[in-house]
T-cell receptor
Framework: NAGVTQTPKFQVLKTGQSMTLQCAQDMNHNSMYWYRQDPGMGLRLIYYSASEGTTDKGEVPNGYNVSRLNKREFSLRLESAAPSQTSVYFC??????????????FGPGTRLTVL | GENVEQHPSTLSVQEGDSAVIKCTYSDSASNYFPWYKQELGKGPQLIIDIRSNVGEKKDQRIAVTLNKTAKHFSLHITETQPEDSAVYFC????????????FGSGTRLSIRP
């Protein structure tokens, strides 16, 4: 039981490049989330998926897209990376549909640098 | 929208002493308040949570108190140990939507031997 896995662990991009961050969970959870963590700003929600087949914007969605590929997988795409997207990205999942008041289980994070 | 403020940003305590971290929130509709611990190089992990129908909750050396009237909640760690050194985040959310979950900016707790 691996919990929440994320790939890659580290990535360096040049401005304008695109990439997809992958996330998978093996706990049969319904809700999945993408956060970014910047120094002094805590965790900010980018997008979430309250159930398979649905996605919704969080606090900071601009510049990102997501896909809930199936119940296990939730990917985050940067179409044209910008230096402001340099951050640590965390994927999380929770059991209940809808989320919000459920324990969230976090992956180990992806450290992204955009030059 | 919701705003969560967390204080202090850094805290250093002697091993064996108590540590207290405080958070305030702005949205009176918030009714779920979790606390997460993040160790270096890892993702956050839930350590305790409290819902709005409860004023206090304890789990061994950890306790959380909630004052809904004043819109603040606190994390108390007693008999601190070296393994308590980490960054702690509070959060507030509502039952209605995951998009409402807002995290505080974090507190870096250091335990001095």
């Amino acid at each position: 039981n691996a919990g929440v896995t994320q790939t890659p662990k580290f990535q360096v991009l040049k401005t304008g490049q695109s990439m997809t961050l992958q996330c998978a969970q093996d706990m049969n959870h319904n809700s999945m989330y993408w956060y970014r963590q910047d120094p002094g700003m805590g965790l900010r929600l980018i997008y979430y998926s309250a159930s398979e087949g649905t996605t919704d914007k969080g606090e900071v969605p601009n510049g990102y897209n997501v896909s809930r590929l199936n119940k296990r997988e939730f990917s985050l795409r940067l179409e044209s990376a910008a230096p402001s997207q340099t951050s640590v990205y965390f994927c999380a999942s929770s059991e209940a549909e809808g989320g919000g008041t459920d324990t969230q289980y976090f992956g180990p994070g992806t450290r992204l640098t955009v030059l | 929208g919701e705003n969560v403020e967390q204080h202090p940003s850094t805290l250093s305590v002697q091993e064996g002493d108590s540590a207290v971290i405080k958070c305030t929130y702005s949205d009176s509709a918030s009714n779920y308040f979790p606390w997460y611990k993040q160790e270096l190089g890892k993702g956050p992990q839930l350590i305790i949570d409290i819902r709005s129908n409860v004023g206090e909750k304890k789990d061994q050396r950890i306790a959380v108190t909630l004052n809904k009237t004043a819109k603040h909640f606190s994390l108390h760690i007693t008999e601190t140990q070296p393994e308590d050194s980490a960054v702690y985040f509070c959060a507030a959310s509502t039952y209605s939507s995951a998009s409402k979950i807002i995290f505080g900016s974090g507190t870096r707790l250091s335990i001095r031997p």
